[in-house]
């Protein structure tokens, strides 16, 4: 059984950054494909960023060029770097870890607890 534990996170004004990480125990990561969602207020889960360990990343329109998905296989541990955040990037962020190379909401199999990402304006 996998499990994701989150850190990072926390307050940050817009156009600042931010860097989330995620470690993984009780399983290797590189035998998933990765990534992240959020929540934000009033709104459902969606979809961020994902990656493969062999190699290939994909953003979600509205992040792209801003977030940057990278994995440390040594360490277990998958990171979300966020730059110019923006007042809308606010949301809980989870990481996730599933079977399926898509790795859409119905693919993840292990979420992470969550973490709040808040950009003030």
């Known amino acids: 059984q996998v499990q994701l534990v989150q850190s990072g996170g926390g307050l940050v004004q817009a156009g600042g950054s931010l860097r989330l990480s995620c470690a993984a125990s009780?399983?290797?990561?590189?035998?998933?494909?990765v990534g992240w969602f959020r929540q934000g207020p009033g709104k459902e889960r969606e979809f961020v960023a994902r990656?493969?360990?062999?190699?290939?990343?994909y953003y979600a329109d509205s992040v792209k060029g801003r977030f940057t998905i990278s994995g440390d296989n040594a360490k277990n541990t998958v990171y979300l770097q966020m730059y110019s955040l923006k007042p809308e990037d606010t949301a809980v962020y989870y990481c996730?870890?599933?079977?399926?190379?898509?790795?859409?909401?119905?693919?993840?199999?292990?979420w992470g607890q969550g973490t709040q990402v808040t950009v003030s304006s």
């Open positions: 996730a870890a599933g079977s399926s190379l898509w790795l859409r909401l119905v693919d993840v199999n292990y």
């Open positions: 009780g399983g290797t990561f590189r035998t998933y494909t």
């Open positions: 990656m493969w360990w062999s190699g290939g990343t």
